[in-house]
């Protein structure tokens, strides 16, 4: 039986960590912030923002609503995010997206600071973690991942890790991330032929194409570590991976649950992301 | 017997379809222009621009060169590559590099205008290749082990293709084209474990590990194609590459020479990327 990897023991630990040190940085003189920015009323954005607001609260991390209407012009909101650009007291910036129609995406990524783009929607963000330069952040989820492996103590130093997945939010990121971590990565994708063989390879896989049924039995092999960052609705409209959890419970040495894995994690780093923008600012102000 | 694969006949052809491109803009009223940025006189250096220069005249590029003291301030030389990046003669400019010391290279990288960054420096023309966004330029070594490929008809999609090494001027990036062509592309490293192992499931080797003997008879199976980047001089003092060529021509269905093999290419295609910058340059003019 495969060892279930759930994600409320790694944020729980975070959110303890994360908590000491945002008591350091209030006692110095501001808490970190997080502003977050909302049009209209989405359900799916709101769901989100509770999950956030909660997890804030845990780990001591301010959250500024600023909420706007759904017919917000392009130029008004480029506005909002220059006056939060240049605010002090805000760390970190999460815009909720995707955006209405009619707002260009591009531009609003142009328009966010790196340094407080806790989510790393950013270009400057997502060529800090190509080239390793160290500027902004990684995409919360793809760091999710290591976060957890981590926590478990599961090597990846010299090991073989198969990413299904090659989006700009999930595969390619965490593929940096591994590699980081001295990783031997495959990119698997839509296009990848014989999917099976390549993951029986692996010491680790991570999952993130999008599909159920992704990762069948053929794929699995004793003692590999299975990351499933998926969240699909299945056939029978509950939450699901890309994962056949069953079969890894019963082949892999471990696994992660859909829902209670990774996407537990996600929140944690978001406000791991905020608390360090925050410290990197109050040392800046410190040289000043 | 593997076929080999030289550079000379994929840099021909390149050169004449690029003559044509060029002539249409000089009868448009401008030639593509390379400025290239030396400062002092290192051996290595110029024996690049010599080669430069000609493949220039072979493609109807023409070289600017300013030539400055070794000692010229850092200061100047961010004025200089600002004076260029304002030249609307000038199309791509070329920084030789490694700067001397004193100079703080990533200051000049930032510097660049990323849409003249014919080479791929810049964190914009990294992030573009990442990204997939078209921002900026490969850099040309690793675009020229795509163009190699090309043209011998080598397929790569849905094709298992092994990097070796993961710097960001050849691993990294080859590894994002690749990828771009829809190989499952494995990122292997100093830290991979069985490299010999990971290379024998490859349908293609790319081996940029700078170290001679890093692919041996070992890491070699029937039908496979070998890319050799590496330009590393042997024991016996001659120019070599990171495979085991004997072996490879032995056992491998193709393999590229070193040297004679992608960096005969690579200055075909700086020039390709000039061409291709000026042309953008001559539309965006068109619509001014």
Redesign the interface.
Known sequence: MAKVLTGKEVVSQLSDELKERSEILERRGGSPTLAVVRLGERPDDLAYERGLTKRAEKTGVTVRKCVFPEDLSQEDLLREVDVLNHDSTVHGILIFRPLPAGIDDDAVRAALAPEKDVDGIT??S??????G?G?GFAPCTAEACIKLLKHYKIPM????AVVIG?S?VIG?PV?MLL?AQ?A??????S???NLAQ?CR?ADLIIAAAGHPGTVTAACLRPGQTVVDVAMNVGADGKLCGDVDYEAAGKVAGAVTPVPGGVGTVTSGVLMLHVVTAAEREASRSMLR
Chains 1, 2 share one sequence.
């Open positions: 270009d400057l997502q060529a800090g973690l190509y080239t330069s500027v130093e010299g090991k073989r090659r700009q390619k593929s590699l001295n031997t990565v495959t990119i698997c994708h296009r990848t032929q390549v390879e």
